[in-house]
């Protein structure tokens, strides 16, 4: 079987021939997209390899058009650098996706991109490959830890459970501190992602499988819950292709998924749930330190080496007071430093921390609570956004409970 590869990065050339591929394969390397095409046209090959950094942009996408016409059957993946603008590497992905391409997200070490290209050339991590998205991912990142990302994400995938009729998912990629179980009073002895650990190193995880090993809480009728690893010394061990793996089973098992992942950028869950998101939700506070410091530093410093734009984010604003004093932060001034799109906002509660140390969180998100109300505003806009259809009954069942409630009150 021959295989070609084109690039000039001779330490990525010796990791994927010398170190990680381990069949007896016939490599052709090529420097030149020129040498590349007369290899094309003495052999034949079954996969070919470019690297982004041997064409321009514009050389690239002829170069791949005419390849995929004249070898209709060629199996192709490209490898995007970080060496171009965030803006520009936007592009790159967007060409990829729009010609059907497998591709691999730039930032990566070259470990890692061997790993990927050993999985996509063996065929075991098949849905690694690039494939149209049947359902859509929605990840959550808290600008810090510890300020409500947990509570304000499940409670939208709640509400677009609760409001459309779709399979929603929220898995749970938090993998160092994962307290959700807590919050919902669920045993911690429970299903949790490390127990996938074998099926996600096989690649082997079906979208079947996924779907048993959820929780469906009664509360939530139609919402399936992942909780996060409870392994916390093995939180490293969890590769970017074992989650790029779980979130494409995650996109054929769920109509939309949330996704929560931990607000330090030192784990494979947090970037790789970033890169593979259809939007991306930055939850922060009027705390200063938090919506610029800590934004800043993430989300523009960190970010930018993954090829993450920061206007790419959604902002949420949580803990934040109905009658602001004049020294504190507003709503306007943390708009006006991300200069981020404001999704919605979550109030603070009093009874928050105590309803969920008591594993009451679900009566943070009944109608007569005011958070209610508020989960519902920014899943409500994720819905019109992605035309999620809506169950018939919803209005007319808020209608009626209002109308009840009026009666109750005047008799």
Known sequence: MNIGLLSTDQRLIDEIIHVVYRKPLNWIISSTAADLIIHLAELTFSHVIISDRELDFGGLEEFLEGLQQAKPDLK?????????????????????????????QPGRSTAVIADDIRAWVDGSGGDLRYQHPVGRLVTFIGSTPNIGTTLASFGVAYSLAAETSQKVGYVCLNLKSSKLHRYLGRDENGFTLDGLRAELKAQSLTPDRLLLVCDKPKEAHGLHVLYGNMLREQAEFFSPSEIVHLLRVARRAFDICVIEVNAYWDNAATVCGLLEADSKVVVTTADIAHFQEDFSRWIRQVGSVFGLQPDGFELMAVQTERHSKHSEFTIKDIRKETQLHLIGQIAKH??????????????????????????????????????????????????????????KTAS
């Not at 060496?83 to 520009?88: F, K, Q, R």
């Not at 936007?90 to 691999?104: F, G, H, N, P």
């Not at 409500?380 to 209608?399: G, H, S």
Request: glycine content about 4%; some cysteine.
């Open 76 to 104: 192709i993946i490209v490898l995007l650098s970080n060496y171009h603008d965030v803006t520009i590497n936007e592009k790159y992905v967007k060409m990829c996706k729009l010609m059907r391409l497998d591709y691999i």
């Open 350 to 407: 009093g009874d928050a921390l105590s309803r969920c140390n008591q594993g009451k969180l679900f009566d943070m998100l009944t109608p007569s609570h005011p958070m209610y109300e508020e989960v519902k505003a920014v899943a409500a806009k994720l819905a019109d956004f992605y035309k999620l259809p809506r169950k018939e009954n919803v209005r007319q069942i808020t209608w009626l409970q209002k109308l009840m409630t009026g009666r």
